[in-house]
Nanobody
Framework: YLQLEQSGGGSVQTGGSLRLSCAASTYTISANCVIWLRQAPGKEREEFASIDTGSAITSYADSVKGRFTISFDAAKDTVYLEMSKLKPGDTAMYYC??????????????????????WGQGTQVTVSS
């Protein structure tokens, strides 16, 4: 089955930047919907960025639009999340998730919440004021 290995994250001050990686192994994610989600203690899980890796169509929640960028490197079979202008409210555990290949079109990808997909192990992002 598809495995996703996350890396990156850590602690940063307000206004700082971080990059998260979500690397596929066993199978390619070159024709998949891949999303980033996050969950902070006591808060609901939020899906905030998506990419259809086949078309490179992306979408973002308002909470991160203009600050975060999702991208796909086909040569490395890796989805990245570049985060800038980080705020304390961005503090959370971050996950990537990939839908089974070819199951979602770009429009569906933008609203997929990760159910039935393959998930990374999660990585903590902490933003201090």
């Amino acid at each position: 089955y598809l495995q996703l290995e996350q890396s990156g994250g850590g602690s940063v001050q307000t206004g700082g930047s971080l990059r998260l990686s979500c690397a596929a192994s066993t199978y390619t994610i070159s024709a998949n919907c891949v999303i980033w989600l996050r969950q902070a203690p006591g808060k609901e899980r939020e899906e905030f960025a998506s990419i259809d890796t086949g078309s490179a169509i992306t979408s973002y929640a308002d909470s991160v639009k203009g600050r975060f960028t999702i991208s796909f490197d086909a040569a490395k079979d890796t989805v990245y999340l570049e985060m800038s202008k980080l705020k304390p409210g961005d503090t959370a555990m971050y996950y990537c998730a990939a839908a089974p290949g070819g199951t979602l079109n770009p429009q569906q990808c933008a609203t997929w919440s990760g159910g039935g997909g393959y998930w990374g192990q999660g990585t903590q992002v902490t933003v201090s004021s």
